[in-house]
């Protein structure tokens, strides 16, 4: 009597489940039928890049070379689907054509698949369910090229490995051997990195699209490219190569009051590589010690974090279903990693006026360039209530928090009083000095340096100054200072007794200065304010100088008679140093001495 033939389905041809059995000697010389709808389907997901229909295809390849060893009779047969039923594979119509090969057969039937399985059985198939096969883990051949101080790996065919080394900030990009690889090395190390994912519960496939496939196993974030993607097969690994406490981070005293207060909207901003993502990750379990329930946004998921915080990436492919299912569940925190195109700024935003609390990972050269970011994307005036607090970090460490404020002025460099206008004043959050102003003008918005490193003079207001010195002195007997503002205004100070000659009798001086030189000029009287002496407190991190009623002023700051520095009086009415820097070390130093800090209001820079 005849053996009863065999037909398998899509599910056991890509698990490779088939010829295991023939080696294992449980199918010798039964006659395999493998209908077309498989081979059509295998052939579909090679076409669109994806791995396991390359990997069905190769195992129909063992199994013809099985079949020419004469263990196993294999036949073809059964209608190939057209393309709008493979399109349709998903909903079964694929599985169906399958098991109407088995039932014409008569045959028996094998599967790996759940619900292949009770259909078939419900139908009166005579069907064997399998499953998959899971070794013990072991190591991915691509391990062999990570060490304790490797950040990426980077493998394409035909190249040399190379391996980024070294520390976050601190790192050199090295060759590993002298032998470019193969085509067929990547596809073996493509194909074990698969088999992988499905074997490791922490495995998982990221995202997979025509020539391209993101896939996480652990901390390890592996990016496969292919072509027509790529020009050639590559694989690129990322890997963590420190978990950092937040309490080793430079200003984390500050930032944990912040966080403490209320929810706080805050960008981490950084160029690449810089440890953005490891910042976010200690900000996300300081968090969750702190009893706040956090929750994470990101494709892919590969922050390193505690098992108490749930990681959601795209919900069918979008940020803003995910964020809906965010505002249901109503986290306290939600860390945004990475915050990048304009509908990530929208997400970032609408949760953040929702009330719950945005920590956003942005990619930035400096502290400003991730605000900017939020123009036209985000209006501006709502800006403060989205971002209230800017983190700069640079190869590992905090280099710079920057507060954002909004408030109605009259902006820098502009002297007439029915300019004032809404303005978001970007302040260093340690010194509380003003570091930038973004306001509208006309059509655009503005971003105006407003610190002295930030206003670096332009060769045409040196130019200018010049020309401004050279026309008011014909007006004044004393010494003057002249500062440019805008490219088209200025501020000269002049003795209290000269102002009234340069001004002239209903303005009819400073009218004809302005008309010689083209430039608007504001006439001020240099102050004599008198050195204070003011109160000064030392905290664990901080020397604090005290000055009451000085808020937002401009002043000097002298030991002794030296003076050591130019500030702006915080909104509290205070300065802050931070005591690990030299300055503080100085003053303190100086101060134990028994000389005194005193001030003066700056009168100019």
Known sequence: MMAQPLVPDTSVVIDGRVSAKIKAGELQGRRIVVPEAVV?????????????????????????????????ELEYVGIRPNLDQIKLAGGGEIDAMIRDVALELGASFLTSDQVQFRVAEAMGLEVEYVRPQREAIKPLSLEKYFTEDTLSVHLKEGAIPMAKRGRVGDFSLVRMGERPLSERELRDLSREIYERTKADPEGYVEMEKIGAAVIQLGPMRIAIAKPPFSDGLEITAVRPVAKVSFDSYRHSGMLKERLKESQRGILIAGPPGSGKSTFAAGVAEYLLSCNYVVKTLESPRDLQVPDEITQYGPLEGSMEASADILLLVRPDYTIYDEVRKTRDFQVFADM?????????????????????????????G????????????????????????????VPTGMVEADLARPVIVVRDFETGQDEYELYSYGEQIVVMPVSKEGRKPSPSWR????????????????????????????VIHVPQDEAARVIGKAGKNIDQIEKNLGLHIDVRT??????????????????IIWLEG????????????????????????????AKSS???KRIIKRMKVGEKIVVQKASSD
């Open 463 to 490: 130019l200018a100054s010049r020309e401004i010195e050279k026309e008011i002195s014909h007006h004044v007997r004393g010494p003057f200072q002249v500062e440019m503002l805008t490219d088209s205004s200025a």
């Open 382 to 409: 709502m800006i403060p209530q989205v971002v209230d607090t800017v983190v700069f970090i640079e190869k590992g460490e905090v280099t710079n928090v920057m507060d954002v404020e909004f408030v109605v002025k």
């Open 550 to 577: 000085m808020s937002g002023e401009s002043v000097e700051v002298f030991v002794g008679e030296e003076p050591v520095f130019t500030a702006t009086v915080g909104r509290r009415g205070d300065i802050r140093v």
């Open 40 to 72: 059509a389907e295998l052939e579909a997901q090679a076409n669109h890049g994806r791995d396991i229909g390359l990997r069905g295809l190769e195992e129909l390849r063992r199994l013809s070379e099985l079949a020419k060893s004469g263990k196993i």
């Open 526 to 543: 240099q102050d004599e304010t008198p050195l204070a002496t003011p109160k000064v407190e030392e905290t664990a991190k901080h020397l």
């Open 582 to 584: 030299e300055m503080a």
């Open 352 to 380: 953040r006026l929702a009330g719950v609390g945005m920590i956003g990972v942005v990619h930035a050269n400096k502290a400003i360039d991730a605000l900017q970011r939020l123009l036209g994307r985000v209006d501006m």
